[in-house]
């Protein structure tokens, strides 16, 4: 095995270059994956656009498909050559927050980081790879506490049908989870993105009776039909609020999924909602929110508002690939393009400008 490896690293913001680094040592609670798969996350276009801190020379991704090539002393259970996927959080379950029922803030009130301007702790330091640690866009990734986070892709699933898992997939459902659903609920998932495909995927699956899936792009409407959405409807041809009342018979929603994180698309999922409903928040925002009196109903209107980051470990990893083994989803479609790590530089061109109908993109090492 060669002691360098390419990787994709930030080295400033609007700058993410291929350079060569050392292939990480594996401690005793680590596993070094050869990545075969991975893919570029919205969240990866905002640490290139600078609106995420990281730190400079970091490996970015976070969504490794691998076979493990080696395991540390402690890790058993796993064998080497064996295909795997790990979650975009990679919680240690030691934690305070972990041992709190929240194993994505996996160390949040713990570690200090300096590039983060929130008090010195980032809020997010359960999300390892490409946030505090080297991550996924390589040819190699340490999985730290391999034993809590490793998964094993079952015979018959691809790398592309995997690839979701990490974080849209994760994200997406968790989304569906926090908007408190219930069979028969009426449901509106703002963004058809990768994760709010995810999410409305997620709200067929929680038996949402009719869920409305709000977008400007016609093509990524009619995916969201094939994943599970009963209407559509283009922003850019009608006053979302007006027509949601409309289907509702002014009742409003019993929930609503934000899942492309700007103040238009908050405030309108907020706007929807019935008395009492809950918005479910999983944008990445990188500018202040602000609640309008009117849609909020002055704070008297019952409504819960819960975000997210996306839920890790390998039981959570277990489950989505549960999900699509059983053929309940099918999230290969997402994938529309494939690149050669090589070619990553001209992938994040391609994904940051969404041209050519892309969607996600398989990067291969």
């Not at 991550?135 to 391999?146: H, I, K, L, M, S």
């Not at 849209?168 to 990768?194: H, L, R, W, Y």
């Not at 405030?267 to 409903?277: M, N, S, T, W």
């Not at 997210?308 to 099918?330: F, I, Q, T, W």
Request: aromatic share 6%; glycine share 10%.
């Amino acid at each position: 095995m060669s002691k360098t490896m390419k990787a994709a690293i930030f080295i400033a913001p609007g700058r993410i270059e291929i350079d060569e680094k050392p292939v990480p040592n594996v401690g005793p609670n680590d596993a070094l994956l050869k990545i075969t798969t991975t893919t570029i996350c919205g969240t990866d276009v905002h640490i290139l656009k600078g609106e995420y801190p990281v730190a400079k020379g970091l490996t970015v991704g976070h969504e490794p498909v691998g076979i493990i090539e080696k395991l540390g002393s402690n890790v058993k259970g796993y064998h080497e050559g064996q295909r795997v996927i790990a979650g975009a959080i990679c919680p240690s379950f030691t934690s305070y927050p972990c041992q709190d029922g929240l194993p994505s803030q996996d160390g949040a009130y713990l570690e200090k980081d300096e590039h983060c301007s929130c008090h010195g702790y980032k809020a997010t330091a359960g999300w390892r790879f490409g946030n505090i640690i080297d991550g996924a866009q390589a040819e190699y990734v340490v999985v730290p506490d391999a034993q809590a986070n490793l998964a094993p892709i079952p015979d018959g699933l691809s790398d592309e049908q995997v690839l979701m898992c990490p974080d849209i997939m994760s994200t997406g459902f968790k989304g569906a989870e926090n908007a408190n659903i219930n069979i028969g609920d009426i449901v509106v998932i703002f963004a058809q993105g990768p994760i709010g495909l995810c999410a409305t995927a997620g709200a067929k699956l929680r038996g949402a009776s009719m869920i409305i899936a709000v977008d400007g792009n016609d093509a990524r409407l009619q995916m969201a039909k094939h994943l599970g959405a009963d209407v559509v409807l283009n922003f850019k041809e009608v006053d979302v609020v007006d027509e949601v009342m409309k289907l509702t018979g002014g009742r409003g929603a019993d929930a609503s999924i934000e899942a492309l994180g700007t103040q238009v698309t908050f405030e309108q999922a907020l706007r929807v909602l019935k008395p009492g409903g809950t918005l479910s928040s999983l944008g990445v925002y990188s500018e202040d929110l602000t609640i309008p009196l009117s849609a909020f109903a002055a704070g008297l209107g019952d409504h819960k508002i819960n975000t997210a980051l996306c839920p890790g470990g390998k039981e959570r990893m277990r489950r989505l690939m549960n999900v699509l083994a059983s053929g309940r989803v099918d999230l290969k479609p997402l994938v529309t393009h494939e690149y050669a790590l090589d070619n990553i530089v001209d992938a994040y061109d391609l994904f940051v400008h969404q041209r050519d109908g892309v969607l996600k993109i398989a990067i291969k090492p």
